[in-house]
């Protein structure tokens, strides 16, 4: 079982930066991909970005491409997403979750989330 547990949510003006970060409770998470997904209130979840186990290749949504950038540092079990000029509709529930290749929707684990919250 892979526990994933996210941080780093916050309130933050528009234009602002946010980092968070999903770490793992198994070393079997070095061998995982990992996808960050958010679900704006009211609306269904969606893709955000995705990266490899070796952090080689990454793939983002084009709503935040430019903008994001996810990273991973395997020896701390963690990935990261650097969010750079915050926009209103980026605000969200933030999700990691952890599955055997990237993928848009398909993932083994989730986390439980993280608030971000974006104001004018």
């Known amino acids: 079982q892979v526990e994933l547990v996210e941080s780093g949510g916050g309130l933050v003006q528009a234009g602002g930066s946010l980092r968070l970060s999903c770490a793992a409770s198994?070393?079997?998470?070095?061998?995982?991909?990992v996808g960050w997904f958010r679900q704006p209130p009211g609306k269904e979840r969606e893709f955000v970005a995705t990266i490899n186990w070796t952090g080689g290749n990454t793939y983002y949504a084009d709503s935040v491409k430019g903008r994001f950038t996810i990273s991973r540092d395997n020896g701390k079990y963690t990935v990261y997403l650097q969010m750079n000029s915050l926009k209103l509709e980026d605000s969200a529930v933030y999700y990691c979750?952890?599955?055997?290749?990237?993928?848009?929707?398909?993932?083994?684990?989730w986390g439980q989330g993280t608030q971000v919250t974006v104001s004018s």
């Open positions: 979750a952890a599955g055997p290749i990237p993928s848009y929707s398909d993932y083994d684990y």
């Open positions: 198994e070393r079997i998470f070095a061998r995982y991909a």
